[in-house]
């Protein structure tokens, strides 16, 4: 359901206007791009057309110079004025120093936004080779698997997993970093004086995040806890690496018997020490933790499949010796507590886990391998209702990315072509759209027909990575859809084919978000962070935070 050609002509005359008048632009203080794309009105992306004039700072028209007011500048067209993201303010502090002479201020739309020039993807870092004795074929078997989620259940039932192993733990992690976790995990092996092997993603992302702990400080706890702890740094983000940007899996295999497989990391944000179906005082705390899909399946075939990836990827990311990187810091002003909390959700129900026992279907998925070999068939597949719930799904970068990541968003937005019922969920920012992505994301799927609000929604605190067909198959795992996250770093997901009772626990999770959590809304739309001077007072209604970033798949992190 594309634009219509009307909409295409208003496009290229106002893209026409924009070039025009772009010297008059440039002589405004503060401009940073300008682009054609959908207005944004209280926070709500519109079906318009306008010019899209980001500034560092907005300011009020009565603190603007004569000249200075981009409305006048552009008196006649539409016009949006957008306070700068904070990669963009940075960006351009930094710009006098890195170029040479004058730069264009026009941008292309946002739906044809090229992929970053990272220099990480200038670098030999996806070198994987799959193995060859191990495979990713579907099991069609009689097995245990429990279906439950966080806030609501994830603690309590990672707890009893824990407890529950008698010789060994085989650990693939994104982030270990919840100070409750590695206590359980060092107390219980060392008491059956088990084994703990593990490999974890080495961008040290937390830098005293609350409530978290360091991540070296996390391995030097259970190293001293477990005699038999083996900890290898995966193989990431350097020359000759084996994945890109991130080892983003969350899988832990006991015994080799059984697995917890998840979208969500062994953080407090994840998995947090609470629970609400057994303590209604937890309730209020869930608000301020991430929803996550969990499943423990009990099937030796699929935890041996599993654990053997485990072990391949930790010989063959040994020799590279990698270490975790301290990140940079930067100060901002962002919206008050208690503004954000206007936008607070309403109270929420509790899920109680569901167990399933029966002769299952179920696909594997690992990236680099398999991923988007089986989950774009499953989305081809569906003929009524597709539901997806991710942190966030880079659409925008579809027309000039891979090919099969441009596949997976055809593939969706021919579901709503052919009138299926979709509708997504993706992550609200929590203190804002760090590097405009978000937005670009929004403005995408509303140029290729879908409808913010009916058919995509934001939702705060949401970490979940699910796909739901037809009340009748599932797939969920740690799989964000980014191209690096769908080709090139680890992940894993399962899918459940055929599995009504499954998919439809997970659907009626899905349908609680969308109608009480998710809105068309986004509150820091409205109140847009700003990165703080050294000796800067907060702005009216805002407050000071340090936030940490990468250029990793997963974005910045808060602190």
């Not at 670098?123 to 806030?151: Q, R, T």
């Not at 090139?488 to 109608?515: C, K, M, S």
Request: aromatic share 8%; charged share 25%.
């Amino acid at each position: 359901m594309p634009t219509t050609p009307s909409a295409e002509t208003r496009l290229q005359e106002l893209q026409q206007a924009l070039q025009q008048r772009e010297q008059l632009l440039g002589r405004i203080p503060g401009v940073v791009k300008a682009q054609v794309g959908y207005r944004t009105r209280d926070g709500r992306l519109t079906d318009e057309l306008a010019i899209l004039v980001t500034v560092m700072r907005k300011r009020p028209p009565s603190a603007l110079a004569p000249g200075e007011e981009a409305a006048q500048v552009l008196a006649g067209l539409p016009v949006d004025v957008v306070q700068a993201s904070i990669a963009e303010q940075l960006a351009f502090v930094e710009r006098p120093a890195q170029l040479a002479g004058p730069t264009s201020l026009i941008a292309p739309p946002p739906w044809e936004t090229p992929l970053p020039a990272d220099p990480l993807s200038f670098m030999d870092g996806d070198n994987y080779v799959p193995p060859d004795d191990i495979k990713l074929a579907e099991v069609d078997k009689k097995m245990s698997v429990l279906c439950h989620v966080s806030p609501d259940a994830g603690w309590p039932n990672l707890k009893k997993f824990i407890e529950s192993i008698e010789k060994r733990l085989t650990l693939a992690m994104y982030d270990l970093s919840a100070p409750h976790i590695v206590r359980r995990l060092g107390s219980h092996i060392k008491s059956i004086r088990g084994q703990l092997h593990c490999i974890v993603d080495p961008s040290d992302t937390k830098n005293g995040k609350f409530d978290e702990l360091e991540e070296t400080d996390a391995i030097e706890r259970l190293d001293r806890a477990i005699a038999k702890f083996d900890l290898v740094w995966a193989s990431v983000k350097k020359n000759g690496s084996l994945f890109n940007t991130a080892y983003h899996t969350k899988v832990a295999v006991a015994d080799g018997k059984r697995f917890w497989l998840s979208s969500g990391n062994w953080q407090h944000s994840n998995q947090p020490e609470i629970s609400p179906l057994t303590k209604p005082a937890d309730v209020p705390e869930m608000k301020k933790r991430n929803r996550e899909w969990h499943v423990i399946v009990d099937h030796q075939g699929l935890a041996d499949m599993f654990e053997r990836f485990i072990e391949y990827d930790r010989r063959q990311s040994k020799p590279f010796d990698n270490i975790p990187k301290k990140l940079r810091q930067v100060d901002l002003f962002v919206a008050a507590d208690s503004i954000l909390e206007s936008f607070a959700a309403a109270p929420r129900k509790v899920f109680e886990p569901l167990r399933v026992e029966k002769k299952l279907r179920v696909q594997p998925l690992l990236t680099p391998d398999n991923f988007l070999d089986h989950i774009i068939p499953l989305i081809e597949s569906a003929k009524k209702k597709l539901y997806i719930q991710n942190q966030y799904f880079w659409i925008q970068t579809a027309a000039t990315g891979p090919v099969p990541f441009r596949k997976l968003a055809d593939a969706i937005t021919k579901r709503l072509e052919d009138d299926v019922d979709v509708r997504m969920i993706f992550r609200e920012p929590d203190f804002g759209d760090s590097d405009g992505k978000v937005k670009a994301m929004l403005q995408t799927f509303q140029h290729r027909g879908f409808k913010i609000g009916e058919h995509v929604k934001l939702m705060p605190k949401t970490h979940t990575k699910g796909v739901i067909v037809d009340s009748n198959s599932v797939a969920l795992g740690s799989h964000n859809w980014s191209p690096v996250g769908t080709l090139h770093n680890r992940d894993a997901t399962l899918i459940f084919h055929d599995a009504p009772e499954i998919a439809q626990y997970y659907e009626r999770v899905f349908l609680h978000d969308w109608g009480v959590l998710a809105k068309d809304v986004m509150p820091t739309e409205l109140f847009a962070p700003l990165v703080a001077g050294d000796d800067e007072e907060p702005p009216p209604g805002m407050r000071r935070i340090t936030l940490s970033f990468t250029e990793g798949d997963d974005g910045p992190q808060y602190s």
